[in-house]
């Protein structure tokens, strides 16, 4: 389903005119703003009329019980979902005391803005109550990079003709009633009223509430003040209860007169702080921003995302709604990552409560390779929360007869939480993408004392897992029988190559960064036999091929199953998940999302390009994309193999995802894990981007109807930034030493300041474009992106 929000064309935002009550849902996740602390819905400022008016801390989250109909052992025995803390967005107008309401009196003008040079949501409106007075609104609002507590809004009214009191009511507040967007009535049950009020306060016109949630005994703090100009003295008063705190601030105004209302809000959250500590860390955070202004956080804010940009922008000439996709789509990368200081980003971020507020395995595959060469700091406290979650992940992994350690494929405090195994548990790759992410994060950024501290323990306790796991057979053939790949429609299944390599290549880091860090692995217990032990195993990996086919099996016996009847399946029956049983898909050749081909893209160095363009064209057949995590990963490869003008179209697919709704879902947050995929299509795919030991290589070729591409990585702190072109690209080292890039194959030195143009090659004979199941054939680019801006 496409959504109806017509969104305006603009490089550096995205704004929308008028207001559709019926897409509330869907503008408040798009016009979401986030710290990786802090999340607040892009909710109109008045609360009502509203969709889901989500305000979410990382980290604080309810429990509730999981019963099953026929339990089994390793099952997990309680569920975890994110909670709407205490919403301090909200504030709600009166003019001679009737309620400003878009859907009541005459709205002339209504226009909301995005922007991703600024870090705010700004908005304009004019309004006509129904008795005949006109106002002008302008609210700004921003959750601070720098302040990372602090959520603030710029709220200004103004008479138009005539005069008037108005009244701002400025509230935080708790236990707000939610629609149903967790379709589930455990989880429904456990969070209609989630929050147990501990204590309330107002000390001069600071308010403050605290709130336990009541299974997983989180406290959480939100306290607000307030800013006021006004051109006479304005009556502020301060009340305050358990669920609502408020403050009024009323004023008389003459036309073109301003009020003018800097709400500050503060949000912690401890599970053993006292409720006094953490309600003076709240109140401090407030008594800072205060300090500190609306001038200083509107600069820090601007100066953080200045920083960002300088590396993470990608320019792109020759389409304008996907350069404003692409930076949309970064901007999201990195508000979810900005100030997490050892969180987690959930699949959705802080943008709603899609999935329940998990992080899974697609944060370590797709989001942190990402911010490892663009933000690289953030990348590092995703990885440092994981490298604190090891324990818990040990002793998953020992109740469950392992050694080492198993990560969840779904969750919030590190524990696993998900009720379906043959999809979860048995999803074993999840611990060697998080390992593959800590490596590269170590090699592209060379801190070393992060691999040391961090890197080196995850890739200890993930490569005795694969040891402990997989099995020699009398051939000395290393196999993994029984786990689950990236494909959801394909479970339980033996030596699936995507897991394979990643474990192969976990065993290798583990053994590379045990040698250069002897002391640090000998206080895990690491010998030279282990190492040895490691290595021995990762080289008899097995790899299964179908020699028939001339292609690799995404599992052993793959090829060899019935192939699922796409011609006999409706277009409406589309997510197959929700209208064939998974006993029916898991014996069938139908493939969920990129699993081989995903393959190709991480461990690239294992294949031939011959055995790429084969694979790749087999299982395009088979691939139905009903995961919104495939596409990018298509794009790549197809890029890669000669056929850039199915790459353009799955980049197309991935750009409007959520913009356009494609999946019916935007409303429960935006897709964190598809958004790092735009990157990754433009950098890994049109820039042939790939990392190997020896450094980066680089394989630059446009499309239509991009005629210019402009991106950074920053290496060992340093931005490399690459000018593609149709026939060159331009390669340009900002700062520090020399380094040694390839360019289809050819060695390339780039030394600091200096601009090094490399010629284009003849493009590849791809020959026939590969074809796709019925109905899963991805729009043509033009009409993606034309129907994303209509």
């Not at 200004?156 to 009191?165: L, N």
């Amino acid at each position: 389903m496409s959504s109806s929000l017509s969104f305006d064309l603009d490089p550096w935002s995205i704004g929308l005119s008028g207001v559709d009550v019926d897409e509330l849902e869907r503008r408040e996740s798009v016009f979401a703003l986030s710290n990786g602390h802090l999340g607040w819905r892009g909710i109109l400022d008045e609360g009502d009329p509203c969709g889901i008016p989500g305000s979410y801390l990382n980290g604080v989250f309810e429990r509730f019980p999981m019963p099953y109909a026929e339990e089994g052992y390793g099952y997990p025995e309680t569920g975890e979902s994110v909670v709407n803390v205490p919403d301090g967005k909200v504030i709600r107008l009166l003019v001679d005391d009737e309620p400003f309401d878009v859907r009541r009196g005459e709205l002339h003008r209504h226009e909301q803005r995005l922007d991703f040079r600024a870090g705010t949501l700004h908005r304009e409106v004019e309004w006509t109550s129904p008795a005949g007075r006109r106002v002008r609104i302008e609210s700004t609002r921003l959750v601070s990079f720098e302040h990372r507590s602090i959520g603030a809004v710029r709220y200004v009214v103004e008479p138009i003709d005539s005069a008037a009191t108005v009244a701002v009511q400025s509230e935080v507040v708790a236990n707000i009633d939610l629609l149903d967007v967790h379709h589930d009535p455990r989880v429904k049950a456990v969070l209609e009223d989630p929050l147990e009020p501990i204590a309330h306060d107002a000390i001069g016109t600071r308010a403050t509430l605290v709130h336990r949630t009541r299974r997983s005994e989180l406290a959480i703090a939100v306290s607000m003040d307030h800013l006021v100009d006004a051109p006479t003295e304005a009556d502020v008063r301060v009340e305050v209860a358990e669920d609502l705190a408020r403050t009024t601030i009323t004023s008389r105004l003459d036309p073109g007169e301003r009020l003018d209302v800097l709400k500050l809000v503060g949000h912690e959250w401890s599970a053993s702080l006292s409720t006094s500590a953490l309600r003076d860390r709240a109140d401090a955070a407030v008594a800072d921003a205060v300090h500190a202004g609306w001038e200083d956080l509107v600069a820090g804010q601007r100066a953080r995302l200045d920083d960002y940009w300088s590396c993470a922008d990608v320019v792109i000439e020759g389409d304008l709604r996907l350069q404003q996709a692409v930076r949309f789509a970064l901007f999201h990368v990195f508000q979810a990552a900005a100030r997490l200081e050892v969180r987690s980003i959930p699949g959705k971020g802080l943008t709603g409560a899609g999935y329940q507020g998990h992080a899974f395995w697609d944060s370590e595959a797709f989001v942190l390779p990402v911010l490892t060469y663009t933000a690289p700091d953030a990348a590092r406290q995703a990885l440092l929360w994981r490298r604190a979650t090891l324990d818990v992940a040990r002793e998953r992994a020992e109740h469950l007869g392992l050694e080492g350690a198993a990560f969840p494929w779904r969750t919030i405090d590190g524990r696993e939480c998900s009720g379906y195994w043959p999809a979860s548990t048995a999803a074993f790759h999840v611990s060697a993408d998080i390992a593959a992410a800590a490596a590269l994060h170590a090699r592209v950024t060379g801190d070393e004392r992060f691999e040391r501290e961090c890197g080196l323990p995850i890739l200890v306790q993930t490569a005795r897992l694969w040891m402990s796991l997989g099995h020699h057979d009398d051939r000395g053939v290393f196999h993994l029988d029984g786990v689950t790949g990236p494909d959801e429609y394909s479970a339980v299944v033996d030596d699936n190559v995507y897991t394979n390599l990643m474990a192969q290549r976990n065993l290798r880091a583990a053994a590379e960064a045990a040698r250069r860090h002897p002391a640090a692995a000998r206080a895990e217990h690491v010998d030279d036999s282990e190492i040895g032990r490691w290595t021995a195993t990762a080289d008899a990996v097995a790899v299964p091929f179908d020699e028939r086919l001339g292609v690799h099996e995404q599992s052993a016996g793959f090829t060899r199953r019935e192939r699922w009847d796409f011609e006999g399946t409706a277009r409406e029956q589309y997510p197959l998940q929700d209208h064939f049983p998974y006993f029916d898909l898991y014996r069938k050749q139908v493939v969920k999302q990129a699993d081989l081909v995903l393959a190709l893209l991480v461990a690239h160095d294992a294949f031939t390009p011959d055995e790429k363009a084969r694979a790749f064209a087999y299982y395009e057949e088979l691939t139905v994309r009903d995961s919104s995590l495939s596409a990018a990963v298509q794009a790549v490869i197809a890029a890669e193999v000669g056929h850039l003008d199915l790459a353009v179209d799955y980049l197309a697919e991935v750009a409007t995802l959520d913009l356009d709704d494609l999946r019916d879902d935007t409303a429960e947050g935006l897709h964190l894990a598809s958004l790092a995929g735009i990157w990754i299509a433009l950098a890994a795919g049109f820039g042939g981007m790939r990392d190997a030991a020896d450094g980066l290589s680089f394989a630059p070729r446009l499309a239509p109807p991009m005629t210019r591409m402009v991106f950074g990585v920053k290496v060992a702190g340093h931005t490399l930034r690459l000018d593609v072109r149709p026939e060159a690209t331009t390669y340009r080292l900002a700062s520090g030493p020399a380094i040694r890039v390839r360019h289809f194959g050819e060695v390339v030195v780039l030394v600091p300041g200096e601009a090094t143009t490399m010629a284009t090659p003849p493009p590849i004979d791809a020959g026939r474009r590969p074809v796709q199941p019925r109905w899963r054939r991805p729009r043509p680019a033009r009409t993606a992106l034309e129907s994303a801006s209509d």
